[in-house]
């Protein structure tokens, strides 16, 4: 017989292409997954990955049972989520998969009411920019910057997440106060990175155009933020953020460099688990009273 763990542990090598990778995703240690694969082969019979220097190759029969597995993995899934959804107990866990910029610290800081309302529901956040995908159960809720396209899912528009140029007084102090956008290049500049402005309503040309005064550039956000923080030039920042950090000046008469929405994302079948629904009820709610906080109007 072989073991449906065993066969998760397959899918992950072959999605990920190396026992390293796998480990990470899986959370479990590269010998662990090693010694998974090798008792995986001696149930089979046969090699399903022939080991190379750059990492794993399937082999013709792991490509044959890749395919049946992916199938298990969707039957398996979709059992899972049925079982969830007749939960009617608000005690567990409720995993939130949030993006960095909210999650990282403005999230948590909202959760105490719900934690005193639903005592005996944990609260599992998972800040990742990478969108977990709910239908595989890597998260029960999620806050995105993107609509999702999948059928299942069931999302709502919630609030619409606004960047302003901002410094620090100190900046300001040494380098001066510019008047205009187009000043921008005679400051120091914090710019994003591509795959950060592919989520928002801007034209990325207008930023670009300020690369060449780039004094600090990064993909992460919180990188990001942080550099205005620390006084290291002009920057895109969270009104959300810069509400909180008086040390922090909105520019050019609170002109908005660009701004995305933010999409509360479930599994239709989880809305009907009832601390799931909890939990999406309250998110939908107290992002709804933030609003103006979020569009810099608060």
Known sequence: MIAWDDLKYFLAMAEHGSLSAAARKLNVSQPTLSRRLTALEED??????????TGLEMTTLGEQLLHHARHMQDDVLAIERLVTGQ?????????ISCIEAIGGRWLVGQLKPFRARYPGITVDIKVDNAASDLLRREADIALRMFRPVQNDLVAKRTVSMVYGYYATRG????????EHTRDLKNHCFILPHDEILAHTKTDPRKV?????AAAFRSNNMTALATAVEEGMGIG??????AAENDDLVRLFDDHTVFSSDIWLVAHAELKRNARIRAMYDYLGDMLHDNAAAFSGEG
């Open 44 to 53: 089979v019979g046969a090699e399903l990955f022939s080991r190379t220097r």
């Open 87 to 95: 939960d009617t107990n608000l005690t567990g866990s409720v995993m």
């Open 208 to 212: 670009y155009a300020l690369s060449e």
């Open 236 to 241: 895109a920042y969270p009104c959300l953020m």
């Open 171 to 178: 900046y300001l102090e040494k380098h001066g106060m510019p």
